[in-house]
């Protein structure tokens, strides 16, 4: 079966501009969750949506946000970039809540804030 | 919080055992592995579960130990294809949030 989709997979954008990134799960998966990777700091949780609802959020200011749609598609947002915003942002599909099930990770949206 | 890999990084030759740790401040409830090559996904490993509970692949094994709060992967006659970054993701009770450390390099050499 196909596997998790995230576009774009690279953007460049400047300081203050936004951005929107898209994940489409696998299909049945009803958990996607989304991580911010640099490099020295690991996986960071941002948010985690299960049949269309937040259901926990990391420790990022209100810039990040997402959604998550009926298909159970998500997207996520970031608002007035910073430099520090530059990362690889990967979306993680799950059949179950993210603390239970085995994750299946995208290849990810690499951003580049200039 | 986020849990504590250790070490950072370790260069094997082939056929050589490597440990890896990883330690949290707080209860955990589970316990998750991944491994990512360069420039791929993360590709799921196993999750361990408080009781004992394991499920994974055939040829990884870890180990979780509850009172100490911390898990450890066990990568027993490395190959070349073993070489990546290992990330534990970590559970505390009641969180439902998956934390992830920064990463354990493992670099096998023929």
């Known amino acids: 079966k196909a596997g998790v989709t995230q576009t774009p997979r690279y953007l460049i954008k400047t300081r203050g501009q936004q951005v929107t990134l898209s994940c489409s799960p696998i299909?049945?998966?009803?958990?996607v969750s989304w991580y911010q990777q640099t490099p020295g700091q690991g996986l960071q949780f941002l948010f985690e949506y299960f049949s269309e609802t937040q259901r926990n959020k990391g420790n990022f200011p209100g810039r990040f946000s997402g959604r998550q749609f009926s298909n159970s598609r998500s997207e996520m947002n970031v608002s007035t970039l910073e430099l520090g915003d530059s990362a690889l942002y990967l979306c993680?599909?799950?059949?179950?809540?993210?603390?239970?099930?085995?994750?299946?990770f995208g290849e990810g949206s690499r951003l580049t804030v200039l | 919080q986020q849990p504590v890999q250790s070490p950072q990084a370790v260069i094997l030759r082939e056929g050589e055992d490597a440990v890896i740790n990883c330690s949290s401040s707080?209860?955990?409830?589970?316990v998750h592995w991944y491994r990512q090559k360069h420039g791929e996904a993360p590709v799921f490993l196993m999750i361990l579960l408080k009781g004992g509970e394991q499920k994974g692949h055939e040829k990884i094994s870890a180990s979780f130990n509850e009172k100490k709060q911390q898990s450890s992967l066990y990568l027993t006659a490395s190959q070349l294809s073993y070489s990546g970054t290992y990330f534990c993701g970590t559970e505390w009770g009641g969180s439902e949030k998956l934390v992830f450390g920064k990463g354990t390099k493992l670099t096998v050499n023929p």
């Open positions: 993680a599909s799950s059949s179950r809540r993210v603390s239970t099930g085995e994750l299946f």
């Open positions: 299909s049945g998966h009803r958990s």
């Open positions: 707080k209860a955990l409830y589970s």
